[in-house]
């Protein structure tokens, strides 16, 4: 940051009497000088470089314990969310309220109550949330949500949730996906954001793996290999 | 007169190091931690260029602290947050106490951080008549035993499903029908899914503070972390200065280094960041965002050129897993916030060295530690600093200073060191003869009392050499 905005930065501050204490400690504290050892050349490569996305997605699902299903159109994106649907109690769904899961709703002709996302947000009543994602990981099988894509509890408050994706948005690792939310200043957009890698899940009795914590048991991508929804 | 944190140590250590079951049950829980975590490291091509990234990572975070956390606090402020600089516990307590009371909130949900542990709110905000729900099961578990967290990730690991099933019968008031853990987190999941719902505050701890994009990034298996951000009106996050990175780019490298460090997992389940209260476009989300920078004593550790880097720390648990001491001893033998390795090198810079410079002793010093730490923290080097740091400031009692004067002296005399290596074999001789070894007549007490005596030469070493130098 240059020197030059540092001044407005100084402005912006809450009611606090201990801050200019603490910054002037710091300030103090980094005089001292502290040995260095060099720093790592460029050339090591810390991640083996993805070959094949596609592929490393759905491994990377199965380890994440999470369901990946390959759809070819919208058509058939459709069977695989009714298919999902049929499996989970009776009850309402919350639905990201987005054009493209609208007719993907109206294609699965379920006739399942719908709370969408413009109503506000999901209560413990749903069985599952159907959102979109922002863009999915091959390199960790996981997904990114942010508060775009139905909010913040869509994609956490209900037993199951369902994301539809194409192909086009998956990229080939984290350092890919998260320097493009820089560039898209996607954080200025959105309050909050998640890299979601399979089920919620807790291994704190004994470290036996328990699938299912306090967020879903279930998740599911439903991915499109058609370009476009 | 009261016991001193030493003699609680050693008086623990030596009761827990001698429970077979509690070293079952840890040997159990580290031998499945040392699987899972040698799976993850060999998922990553280059684990030595991971974590000297890491380091580099935090070392230029940590080498421009204050420009991070104010371009971090204006991002936070623009987007309708607030930040609050706490210089110690009761600072950040007040804080957050008065703005519950400000905004009429009865309950709390509170995800795993161990800042908060480290400055006690739980228990302050219950004094003030706020109900307190930790919601991580570790936590939530020995919340009802009335306990502090037994390690840093995971809080519960020394305790046996049964156990958990019966403190559940007892605190829960409803029917455990069994001891599966899914069926324990179950019963958990329903409790706190009310809590989750009923309450106006979530509480959280932060991994890391992102400079640049001005968000913080929580680090949660579960998704209570997820509810405890989403679900309640207002969210405060209470977390050290020190969890600052520069750039959001950084964690491409740094959440893989975490998880495989931590759980041996590829990547924690949920990496979330959050940067401001909810925007009126969002479905959800709390009105009010707070973020206390809590102090607390690590400012005067950037002035310490050898132990700066004690700042990198990630807080992974990777240290105590692997630490042997640890494994013998257990968490809460070390009586302090944070255990392990990491613990015995912080804890005296936080807490005081008077009081704590025995946990530099915990150690055998054979720098497992430092080879397992993610962002290569010197951890066992720091631990002999703090030895020396320790005696240089006369913290030492005038009976060990004569005692090293008078060893200083033998290693200077030779004659006088042969006198006295004769005397001591010749008294640890009559000792072992009259079946006193281990008892308080006993010079080799502290070895002896719990293992067969340590064999007495029949020579002495300099008599040894002598004899192979002439047969030679």
Same mark, same amino acid.
């Given at each position: 940051?240059?020197?030059?905005?540092?001044?407005?930065?100084?402005?912006?501050?809450?009611?606090?009497?201990?801050?200019?204490?603490?910054?002037?400690?710091?300030?103090?504290?980094?005089?001292?000088?502290?040995?260095?050892?060099?720093?790592?050349?460029?050339?090591?490569?810390?991640?083996?470089?993805?070959?094949?996305?596609?592929?490393?997605?759905?491994?990377?699902?199965?380890?994440?314990?999470?369901?990946?299903?390959?759809?070819?159109?919208?058509?058939?994106?459709?069977?695989?969310?009714?298919?999902?649907?049929?499996?989970?109690?009776?009850?309402?769904?919350?639905?990201?309220?987005?054009?493209?899961?609208?007719?993907?709703?109206?294609?699965?002709?379920?006739?399942?109550?719908?709370?969408?996302?413009?109503?506000?947000?999901?209560?413990?009543?749903?069985?599952?949330?159907?959102?979109?994602?922002?863009?999915?990981?091959?390199?960790?099988?996981?997904?990114?949500?942010?508060?775009?894509?139905?909010?913040?509890?869509?994609?956490?408050?209900?037993?199951?949730?369902?994301?539809?994706?194409?192909?086009?948005?998956?990229?080939?690792?984290?350092?890919?996906?998260?320097?493009?939310?820089?560039?898209?200043?996607?954080?200025?957009?959105?309050?909050?954001?998640?890299?979601?890698?399979?089920?919620?899940?807790?291994?704190?009795?004994?470290?036996?793996?328990?699938?299912?914590?306090?967020?879903?048991?279930?998740?599911?991508?439903?991915?499109?290999?058609?370009?476009?929804? | 007169?009261?016991?001193?944190?030493?003699?609680?140590?050693?008086?623990?250590?030596?009761?827990?190091?001698?429970?077979?079951?509690?070293?079952?049950?840890?040997?159990?829980?580290?031998? #499945?931690? !040392?699987? /899972?975590? =040698?799976?993850?490291? @060999? *998922?990553?091509?280059?684990? &030595? $260029?991971?974590?000297?990234?890491?380091?580099?990572?935090?070392?230029?975070?940590?080498?421009?602290?204050?420009?991070?956390?104010?371009?971090?606090?204006?991002?936070?402020?623009?987007?309708?947050?607030?930040?609050?600089?706490?210089?110690?516990?009761?600072?950040?307590?007040?804080?957050?106490?008065?703005?519950?009371?400000?905004?009429?909130?009865?309950?709390?949900?509170?995800?795993?951080?161990?800042?908060?542990?480290?400055?006690?709110?739980?228990?302050?905000?219950?004094?003030?008549?706020?109900?307190?729900?930790?919601?991580?099961?570790?936590?939530?578990?020995?919340?009802?035993?009335?306990?502090?967290?037994?390690?840093?990730?995971?809080?519960?690991?020394?305790?046996?499903?049964?156990?958990?099933?019966?403190?559940?019968?007892?605190?829960?008031?409803?029917?455990?029908? #069994?001891? !599966?853990? /899914?069926? =324990?987190?179950?019963? @958990? *999941?329903?409790?706190?899914? &009310? $809590?989750?719902?009923?309450?106006?505050?979530?509480?959280?701890?932060?991994?890391?503070?992102?400079?640049?994009?001005?968000?913080?990034?929580?680090?949660?298996?579960?998704?209570?972390?997820?509810?405890?951000?989403?679900?309640?009106?207002?969210?405060?996050?209470?977390?050290?200065?020190?969890?600052?990175?520069?750039?959001?780019?950084?964690?491409?490298?740094?959440?893989?280094?975490?998880?495989?460090?931590?759980?041996?997992?590829?990547?924690?389940?949920?990496?979330?960041?959050?940067?401001?209260?909810?925007?009126?476009?969002?479905?959800?989300?709390?009105?009010?965002?707070?973020?206390?920078?809590?102090?607390?004593?690590?400012?005067?550790?950037?002035?310490?050129?050898?132990?700066?880097?004690?700042?990198?720390?990630?807080?992974?648990?990777?240290?105590?897993?692997?630490?042997?001491?640890?494994?013998?001893?257990?968490?809460?033998?070390?009586?302090?916030?944070?255990?392990?390795?990491?613990?015995?090198?912080?804890?005296?810079?936080?807490?005081?060295?008077?009081?704590?410079?025995?946990?530099?002793?915990?150690?055998?010093?054979?720098?497992?530690?430092?080879?397992?730490?993610?962002?290569?923290?010197?951890?066992?080097?720091?631990?002999?600093?703090?030895?020396?740091?320790?005696?240089?400031?006369?913290?030492?009692?005038?009976?060990?200073?004569?005692?090293?004067?008078?060893?200083?002296?033998?290693?200077?005399?030779?004659?006088?060191?042969?006198?006295?290596?004769?005397?001591?074999?010749?008294?640890?001789?009559?000792?072992?003869?009259?079946?006193?070894?281990?008892?308080?007549?006993?010079?080799?007490?502290?070895?002896?009392?719990?293992?067969?005596?340590?064999?007495?030469?029949?020579?002495?070493?300099?008599?040894?050499?002598?004899?192979?130098?002439?047969?030679?």
């Amino acid at each position: 940051m240059p020197q030059t905005e540092e001044g407005q930065t100084e402005k912006a501050q809450t009611e606090n009497s201990s801050r200019d204490q603490i910054l002037q400690r710091i300030r103090t504290g980094l005089r001292t000088v502290v040995a260095e050892p060099v720093a790592m050349g460029s050339d090591r490569v810390i991640f083996e470089p993805i070959n094949n996305p596609l592929e490393r997605f759905q491994q990377e699902c199965v380890a994440n314990l999470m369901e990946c299903a390959l759809a070819a159109d919208s058509a058939a994106s459709a069977r695989q969310l009714a298919e999902v649907l049929q499996s989970l109690p009776e009850g309402e769904i919350f639905v990201q309220d987005d054009p493209s899961l609208r007719r993907l709703i109206e294609l699965t002709e379920l006739g399942r109550a719908v709370r969408w996302s413009s109503q506000g947000a999901p209560g413990e009543a749903s069985q599952a949330t159907v959102t979109l994602a922002e863009a999915l990981i091959a390199q960790t099988g996981s997904i990114l949500v942010t508060a775009s894509c139905g909010g913040r509890g869509a994609s956490v408050i209900a037993p199951c949730h369902i994301v539809y994706a194409t192909i086009a948005q998956l990229v080939p690792d984290l350092a890919t996906a998260l320097s493009r939310v820089s560039q898209e200043r996607t954080l200025d957009r959105n309050s909050f954001a998640c890299v979601i890698s399979g089920s919620s899940r807790t291994a704190d009795i004994e470290k036996i793996l328990v699938q299912g914590a306090h967020g879903p048991r279930r998740l599911v991508v439903i991915l499109q290999t058609a370009q476009s929804r | 007169m009261s016991q001193t944190a030493a003699q609680r140590f050693l008086q623990d250590a030596a009761v827990k190091s001698a429970d077979l079951m509690h070293r079952e049950v840890i040997r159990r829980g580290m031998d #499945s931690y !040392d699987a /899972a975590h =040698l799976k993850g490291r @060999a *998922r990553i091509k280059d684990w &030595e $260029a991971a974590r000297q990234k890491c380091q580099e990572i935090k070392r230029e975070a940590i080498n421009h602290l204050d420009r991070y956390l104010l371009q971090f606090e204006e991002k936070v402020i623009a987007r309708g947050g607030h930040v609050f600089w706490a210089a110690n516990s009761e600072e950040a307590c007040t804080y957050v106490k008065n703005l519950a009371t400000r905004l009429g909130v009865r309950t709390v949900v509170k995800s795993k951080s161990m800042v908060t542990e480290e400055i006690h709110l739980g228990p302050a905000l219950e004094k003030a008549g706020i109900k307190v729900w930790e919601t991580d099961f570790g936590e939530f578990i020995v919340q009802l035993r009335e306990e502090g967290p037994y390690h840093i990730v995971t809080p519960a690991m020394h305790l046996l499903r049964g156990q958990i099933a019966t403190l559940f019968q007892e605190k829960l008031g409803q029917k455990i029908e #069994s001891d !599966d853990p /899914a069926y =324990l987190m179950a019963v @958990a *999941r329903r409790v706190l899914r &009310e $809590a989750f719902f009923s309450a106006e505050m979530g509480i959280s701890g932060a991994n890391f503070l992102v400079a640049d994009a001005g968000v913080i990034a929580i680090s949660t298996n579960e998704g209570n972390g997820r509810l405890c951000t989403s679900v309640p009106r207002i969210h405060v996050v209470v977390t050290g200065i020190e969890k600052v990175i520069p750039r959001l780019e950084d964690l491409a490298v740094l959440w893989p280094v975490l998880a495989t460090s931590g759980t041996g997992q590829g990547i924690t389940t949920y990496g979330t960041l959050i940067g401001g209260p909810r925007r009126p476009v969002e479905a959800d989300g709390p009105e009010e965002f707070h973020v206390v920078l809590v102090d607390n004593g690590r400012s005067q550790l950037l002035a310490d050129a050898e132990q700066r880097e004690v700042l990198h720390c990630i807080r992974c648990g990777a240290c105590l897993n692997i630490c042997p001491v640890f494994r013998h001893v257990g968490g809460h033998t070390y009586g302090t916030t944070y255990p392990g390795p990491i613990g015995s090198v912080l804890t005296p810079h936080l807490n005081g060295i008077k009081e704590f410079k025995h946990l530099s002793y915990a150690s055998s010093l054979c720098g497992a530690c430092t080879s397992v730490c993610p962002v290569k923290i010197d951890l066992h080097h720091h631990l002999l600093q703090n030895r020396r740091n320790a005696t240089e400031a006369g913290t030492t009692k005038s009976s060990e200073r004569l005692m090293f004067r008078a060893w200083r002296h033998a290693m200077l005399h030779p004659r006088i060191y042969a006198v006295g290596g004769w005397l001591m074999r010749k008294a640890l001789r009559i000792v072992y003869g009259l079946g006193l070894a281990g008892s308080t007549l006993d010079p080799m007490r502290v070895w002896n009392r719990y293992r067969s005596p340590v064999p007495l030469p029949s020579e002495s070493f300099r008599a040894r050499w002598r004899k192979d130098r002439a047969a030679n």
